[in-house]
Structures are given as structure tokens and as C-alpha cells.
């Protein structure tokens, strides 16, 4: 029998968490977690350092609350969805009636990649929806942009006040139409520049010979790797579902690699594509899920021109 | 002849994609060369008569009598190859380690061919029966001392049909972005170049003529010369591995791969990382 805001629910509940002060996200956290032990469920939390032991110190000595290390789980949204989703499969396999997690993504995240967090927060109302889930996602609103406490909204159903209650946020909206919408990420600095590499009509053996020669050991090499096979598959996927010319542009920077590959298809149908493998690779609809889990950041255009994707290997967290 | 891999393997089995006679014409004056500095009896195996090529390599210093000796030997493609039929590979190879074996026996220190093998391969049916002889044959040559360069001719056979027979190679001037061909050691076969959705369907066939057998359950690809593979074809090899109840090894250079494998979560593939 689930308990709280999860009782009489069978799948996930996903609720965001919005505070503006330390008090104000203990008056929420601990009852969350406390209620959680109280029902003989499993808790967790997945904050950051400081909130982590801020937390820590307020619940009674000897809580059981599972802790779990921030590390790289957090390094990129398909890896985010792998590693959950193996915790709550191993969580649940222990025969809990619901799992309760507390997590925020680190403030970093809340800029230049944001886009790919949006898409995140939306998928897992239906990723993580096999689980008996109920999550709180934290934000800060003193550090949160307006768009992005914008995009919380819409991306989860609840909110979690610390009066108890649990509101809906009104602006919910169903993750299969907000995946489908344009929402165009900041253009990365370096696309001001002229391209270093600007290929049009090309082979995926010469878009990883480009990638190749561009690189001259400047990335690590696991990352050059990780790279070139992120590059080969998105033109592969551009050759065979996208609507040519495609086009590939490569910018260096000190720290990163970008490229953009367009062509003037509508880009792809499924609102999942890449944030989860689709099918067992047979026929085709990993290249690119293995994309993104290749590169430190992936953004998805459409415009009336067609639709480009952008892959980034080094330091995506540019200043916006 | 480049393999678009200059560190491959360094046995002699070569594939001549060609549209200029003389280029052909060249490479027979080198091979010839080559074949008689080292002591090797050198066949070469065309359509045309003797005498037009006996023309061609009257400036080889020491032909004509080398000739007369039967170091070198000029054969019709008759005379080699059961022309105009498909080809058993099985009966073909045997004729070449008989060949081989004849001349180690008569003081050679080995056998080099030069074959110009287009008549041999101008039909679907036939292309396959030789591209499975070309590999059963690439195993001999891996092991002894026979060599040989395929010549065919581009202004008869397409791409695709050259791509089909070229990919059977450790070197070649066809392009063709991977090579299959005999594997050292315990490697059933050796990939080489670059495997991608470009290549699939070829590299599936081109792994189906090979036909690697398992030893003691592992089915052994040496990939060192593999630049770089996706998972499609990774999943390939499983499968091909798997329907032989074996599981298959991926020996590569590259850490990409097993990145892959640990990704996708695949079973029944191992990478294993040489330096």
C-alpha cells in the first residue's frame, strides 16, 4: 500500500519541489522522508554535497535513508535515465510498496544544457512510470532562470508546497507534445565562428575523417572516439530518414568539440529519440540513444529550413 | 597496391581494381621482378596469348630465360581456372596448394601469381563462388608461401561487383572501406578499414562466403586493423557467433568498442584490447 501523495497511484509520481530558502526545503524533505521510513519504505535522496549534509543533519540519528554519491550520475540525461532506472529495477526488486527519492540536478545544469534537462524532466513522467516512484524534484528558485521554473512546470504535474499540500501546477503538459515542440537551445559561442570543417553531401566515413583530422589531439582520446562514433551515426541517421543536402559543420574550441549536422528533413518522429533506445538495434533506432550517451551535450533543431542537431564532446557549460 | 591501411598484415594477397591496361601491364613487370629476386616460380594468369605478353615483358632482365626454365609460366585462365563455370572453391584451392607444393618440391622458394580473374566473375553466382575460393585461398597464402594479386577489370565489372570481390583482401586499390580476410594465430579471420551502415549488407555477405567455424566455442575476429566499427555490425558478429553456438571475440586496438558492448549490454560479445 503506497503512502503520501503516491497513495491510490500505480506508476510514478513526479512532483517538483520549489524553494527559496534552506528551511523551506527542509519543511518539505524531511517529512518526505520521514513519512517514507515511517511506511517501512525505501528513501532516498540524490542532492548535492551541501544539501546532501544539510539534510543529513536534520533527520534523527540512525535514519535510513539511502544516500546516494552526486558523481557523474548527472553527466548527461541518458546516462541519468540508465542508472535510475537500474537503482529503482533494484530498489523495487527488494519488494517495497513505493520508493521515495529526493533529488536536484547541480546548478550547472541549469544553463547552457538546460534544454537537454527539459527534455529529461518531461520523458521520465513516462520513463520511470513502471516504478512505484514518487520523486521530488528540487529547485532553488534563487538560482533557477525564469524559463527554466517555467519548463519545471510543464514537466511535472505536482508541485510540493511546504504547507504539505500537493498542487497541481496547471501547465502540465503530456511528455509525447513537449518533446514534439521546438525548443531551440543557445547557440554555443564558438557557432559565431567560421566552421572549421563545412561538408555538404558527405559519407559518414568522411564525416569521422573530419572529425579525425579536426581534433589533432586536442580531446582525450576516449572522447575523440566517443565523438567520431556520435558523428558517424547521426549522418548515418541523416542519409537514410533525413531529406538531403546534409550538411556537417565542426567548431573547435580550447576546451570542446561541436558539430552540427543538418539536413532539411522534419528531423525524427519518435519524441523519445535519443533519450531512449528504440528497439534491440535489429533494425536500426540506436544510433542515436549511443549518440547522445557519447557526447557531454546534444541539442535538437527544427525550423522551417529542416532540422540540425548538435553534438558537443569537452565542456558544453558555456556562459548564457 | 594499399590496403588504406599501410600497417596491415604483410602476407601477399592483393586485389588490382583497374580501368588502364598499363596499370595491369605494370604491375605484372614488378611482380615478375619481384618473384624471380626472390627465388619464386611467378604464373601469370590472363586472356591473352603468350606471345602479347611475352612482348610486354621482354625488358624483365633475365625473362626469356627464366621463361625457358619455366620460372616463369604464362597460362590461360583455362589453364588455371575452370573458366566460364562457377567456380569450386574447394577444387581451386586444392590446385593452387598442389601448385605450391610442386614448386617448393622443384627448388622455388615459392609460388607468385598474377591473375587477371574478371571472366571469372562477371555473374552474381559466380562472384560468390569466387569471393568464398578467394578466402579459402587467402588462408593458404596467410600460412605458405604463395602470394597473389586478383587483377579485375573496372570497364567490365561495377563497383559493387569489384567491392564484393576486393573486401576478400588484406590490401587493395579498390575502395572499399573494410577488409575480411585470413586471421593470424587463433583469429578465425582478420577485419580491417571501417564498418558501418555504408558497408553493412556487403560486410554481412562478405562474412557469410567467409564463413568463420569456432574453435573451443570462441569465434576470434582479429580486429587490430579495425579504425572503427558500430554496433550494428558488433551485433552482426554476436549473431554470427551465436548461430555457430559460439560467443565472439572482438581482438581490437580501439577502446570504442567495448565502450559499445558495455553500453548496450551486450552478451555473447567479448572485446578484448591489444596494444
Known sequence: MRTGAGAGHTGYVHEALLYDSDDELLAVVLPFLLGGIEAGELTAVSLDVRNAELVRRALPAGTEVTFLPGGDVYARPTAAIRAYRELFASFAATGTSQIRMVGELPPLLLGATWDAWARYESAINHVYDDFPLWGLCAYDRRVAPPHVLADVARTHPRLALSDGRHEPTDVYTEPATYLAECRPAPLDPVQHTVPVVELVDLTPAQARDAVRAADAGRLPPDDLDDLVIAVSEVVSNALRHGTAPVCLRLWRAPDRMVVTVHDRGPGPKDPYAGLLPAGDGSEGGLGLWISHQSCHHVTHHRDADGFTIRLTVGNPHFPV | ?275
Open chain 2, 1 to 275: 597496391m594499399t590496403g588504406g591501411d599501410v600497417t596491415g598484415p604483410g602476407y601477399g594477397h592483393g586485389c588490382l581494381a583497374y580501368a588502364d591496361p598499363a596499370v595491369r601491364h605494370a604491375l605484372e613487370v614488378e611482380q615478375v621482378t619481384a618473384g624471380l629476386a626472390a627465388g619464386e616460380q611467378v604464373w601469370l594468369v590472363g586472356p591473352e596469348e603468350p606471345e602479347v605478353v611475352t612482348g610486354r615483358l621482354a625488358s624483365v632482365p633475365g625473362f626469356a630465360a627464366a621463361r625457358c626454365r619455366g620460372d616463369v609460366r604464362l597460362l590461360s585462365v583455362g589453364q588455371a581456372y575452370r573458366h566460364d563455370e562457377v567456380a569450386d572453391p574447394g577444387e581451386q584451392v586444392r590446385a593452387y596448394v598442389r601448385a605450391t607444393t610442386e614448386a617448393l618440391t622443384a627448388g622455388y622458394t615459392g609460388l607468385r601469381v598474377v591473375a587477371e580473374a574478371t571472366g571469372l566473375v562477371r555473374t552474381a553466382a559466380q562472384r560468390d563462388a569466387f569471393a568464398r575460393y578467394e578466402h579459402r585461398i587467402d588462408h593458404w597464402m596467410r600460412h605458405r608461401p604463395m602470394s597473389a594479386v586478383c587483377a579485375y577489370d573496372r570497364r567490365v565489372l561495377d563497383d559493387a561487383a569489384i567491392a564484393e570481390l576486393a573486401c576478400m583482401h588484406a590490401q587493395t586499390n579498390a575502395e572499399v572501406l573494410f577488409r575480411l580476410h585470413a586471421g593470424g594465430d587463433d583469429a578465425a579471420v582478420a577485419l580491417g578499414g571501417e564498418l558501418d551502415p555504408s558497408n553493412h549488407r556487403l560486410f554481412a555477405t562478405a562474412l557469410e562466403r567467409a564463413d568463420p567455424r569456432p574453435v573451443a566455442g570462441r569465434l576470434v575476429f582479429d580486429a587490430s586493423h579495425l579504425r572503427f566499427v558500430d554496433h550494428r555490425s558488433l551485433l552482426h558478429l554476436r549473431d554470427h557467433a551465436r548461430r555457430r553456438d559460439a560467443v565472439a571475440v572482438l581482438r581490437t586496438r580501439y577502446r570504442a568498442p567495448a565502450r559499445l558492448v558495455e553500453l548496450l549490454g551486450l552478451t555473447g560479445l567479448l572485446v578484448e584490447v591489444v596494444r
